[in-house]
């Protein structure tokens, strides 16, 4: 199955702040809001929504095609891309802007405060999906992730037109939508990925009910933090996944870019949803767990063997002949 997985492509910024954003808000005041944290810790980290999606599918044996924009400092982070299994050969380079960045802090409570500098990232407009197609043989299925906007209203209405299935997965783009823009991105779609309070914006923005809005749609699958995923095919009963137990927690950056990652690889080896659901789950406990959102290290036998342990020793079983986890 070939997959398309176009998106941010982004440099991440991490810091850790140890007490609690809630602390130092005062309701009252929040139209005066004036705030500094002191960080105690600040990692570099390679990142960007699609970057980290097709990082995650590679790492599960899978090809991915990234198709997003950056700038001239791309260099080192495509060799790294490219080492580990990402097709590279769809990103468009500017001539003037430097690849975006994500500066996030997070504290004691896994609660995040963040800023994204678009960068490069809006030449992502220029993409056309048609040459990317036609280098690879066709397109079994595109990711319309969080991008410059006027991005992803050119692919998502580029898939329609072209008859090419895609999932929209908004994400973060969903505050900066209005309801007319969010219908556009979504309506038509084969997949549908939101976390839940994605899911409340987009019907408050559309004014569509949480019913209508998976009625857009083919699948939607919607994660819900500490109480797993929901999985609702048209015409199915809804599919409830729980999460797998992590080791630790270290930094929430890029779990649900993982979640995605092994949802997507599910798809391309033709797995039922239940399935795609629980792979998806496992990879993002192993991202929780680390900082940076491409610094996890798979190993198939460990990897299946906490597969087993979360979902019973059947989903390891279904699951496993698909994986390949090329990195030791």
């Given at each position: 199955?070939?997959?398309?997985?176009?998106?941010?492509?982004?440099?991440?910024?991490?810091?850790?702040?140890?007490?609690?954003?809630?602390?130092?808000?005062?309701?009252?005041?929040?139209?005066?809001?004036?705030?500094?944290?002191?960080?105690?810790?600040?990692?570099v980290r390679r990142g960007g929504v699609a970057a980290n999606i097709a990082f995650g599918m590679a790492n599960l044996g899978q090809r991915p095609l990234l198709v997003g924009a950056v700038g001239e400092d791309f260099t080192d982070y495509r060799s790294w891309l490219e080492r580990h299994g990402v097709d590279c050969g769809a990103v468009h380079y500017s001539e003037s802007q430097h690849t975006a960045r994500f500066i996030c802090t997070t504290d004691k409570d896994?609660?995040?405060?963040?800023?994204?500098?678009?960068?490069?990232?809006?030449?992502?407009?220029?993409?056309?999906?048609?040459?990317?197609?036609?280098?690879?043989?066709?397109?079994?299925?595109?990711?319309?992730?969080?991008?410059?906007?006027?991005?992803?209203?050119?692919?998502?209405?580029?898939?329609?037109?072209?008859?090419?299935?895609?999932?929209?997965?908004?994400?973060?783009?969903?505050?900066?939508?209005?309801?007319?823009?969010?219908?556009?991105?979504?309506?038509?779609?084969?997949?549908?990925?939101?976390?839940?309070?994605?899911?409340?914006?987009?019907?408050?923005?559309?004014?569509?009910?949480?019913?209508?809005?998976?009625?857009?749609?083919?699948?939607?699958?919607?994660?819900?933090?500490?109480?797993?995923?929901?999985?609702?095919?048209?015409?199915?009963?809804?599919?409830?996944?729980?999460?797998?137990?992590?080791?630790?927690?270290?930094?929430?950056?890029?779990?649900?870019?993982?979640?995605?990652?092994?949802?997507?690889?599910?798809?391309?080896?033709?797995?039922?949803?239940?399935?795609?659901?629980?792979?998806?789950?496992?990879?993002?406990?192993?991202?929780?767990?680390?900082?940076?959102?491409?610094?996890?290290?798979?190993?198939?036998?460990?990897?299946?063997?906490?597969?087993?342990?979360?979902?019973?020793?059947?989903?390891?079983?279904?699951?496993?002949?698909?994986?390949?986890?090329?990195?030791?």
């Amino acid at each position: 199955m070939q997959i398309a997985i176009t998106g941010s492509i982004a440099t991440d910024h991490l810091m850790t702040f140890d007490g609690l954003f809630a602390d130092s808000l005062v309701v009252e005041q929040l139209d005066k809001i004036s705030l500094s944290f002191l960080t105690s810790d600040l990692q570099v980290r390679r990142g960007g929504v699609a970057a980290n999606i097709a990082f995650g599918m590679a790492n599960l044996g899978q090809r991915p095609l990234l198709v997003g924009a950056v700038g001239e400092d791309f260099t080192d982070y495509r060799s790294w891309l490219e080492r580990h299994g990402v097709d590279c050969g769809a990103v468009h380079y500017s001539e003037s802007q430097h690849t975006a960045r994500f500066i996030c802090t997070t504290d004691k409570d896994m609660a995040q405060i963040a800023t994204f500098y678009a960068g490069a990232m809006s030449e992502a407009r220029d993409i056309e999906l048609a040459p990317v197609a036609q280098r690879v043989g066709g397109l079994d299925l595109v990711v319309v992730g969080a991008n410059d906007p006027e991005a992803m209203i050119r692919h998502s209405d580029e898939c329609r037109s072209r008859g090419i299935p895609f999932a929209a997965d908004p994400s973060q783009q969903l505050a900066f939508c209005d309801g007319p823009t969010i219908a556009r991105l979504i309506d038509g779609a084969e997949y549908l990925f939101t976390n839940e309070y994605e899911s409340h914006l987009a019907c408050q923005k559309t004014g569509w009910s949480e019913d209508e809005l998976a009625d857009r749609v083919r699948v939607q699958v919607k994660t819900r933090g500490k109480d797993g995923v929901t999985v609702r095919v048209r015409g199915e009963e809804p599919v409830e996944v729980g999460i797998a137990r992590e080791v630790r927690k270290a930094d929430p950056t890029g779990v649900g870019d993982a979640f995605r990652a092994g949802f997507l690889t599910g798809l391309a080896v033709d797995l039922p949803v239940r399935r795609c659901a629980e792979l998806g789950s496992m990879l993002a406990t192993y991202v929780i767990e680390t900082v940076g959102t491409q610094e996890y290290v798979l190993g198939k036998e460990r990897f299946l063997e906490r597969l087993a342990e979360a979902y019973g020793p059947e989903s390891a079983a279904e699951i496993g002949p698909h994986l390949s986890c090329p990195r030791p």
